[in-house]
C-alpha cells in the first residue's frame, strides 16, 4: 500500500499515527524510499533485527489504529 502512494503522502499518513520516531523512520525509509533493512540498521546504529522489531512494532499499531477507526465509524 505504501509503495503505491506518493512518498510525502505516505510519509503523512505514516505521520498521522503518531508512532514513536524511530518507528515511524524505519518505515518511511525501508517502506517507503526503499531502503533495505541493512542499510537502515547502519543508519541508525542499531541491529537489523532492531530495524525489523521496529517496523512489526508499527505495522501493529497502524494495524489497530486502523480497526479502532473502522469500529468508530461503524
Not at 500500500?1 to 520516531?21: D, G, H, V, Y
Not at 524511530?22 to 537489523?48: H, K, L, P, T, Y
Amino acid at each position: 500500500m505504501l509503495k503505491c502512494m506518493a512518498p510525502k503522502r505516505a510519509i503523512a499518513w505514516i505521520q498521522s499515527f503518531e508512532l514513536p520516531q524511530e518507528e515511524a523512520q524505519c518505515i518511511a525509509e525501508c517502506d517507503v524510499r526503499g531502503r533495505s533493512c541493512v542499510e537502515q540498521a547502519f543508519r541508525m546504529n542499531v541491529s537489523v533485527d532492531g530495524v525489523k522489531r521496529r517496523r512489526r512494532t508499527a505495522y501493529k499499531k497502524m494495524a489497530d489504529g486502523l480497526r479502532a477507526e473502522k469500529r468508530h465509524t461503524e
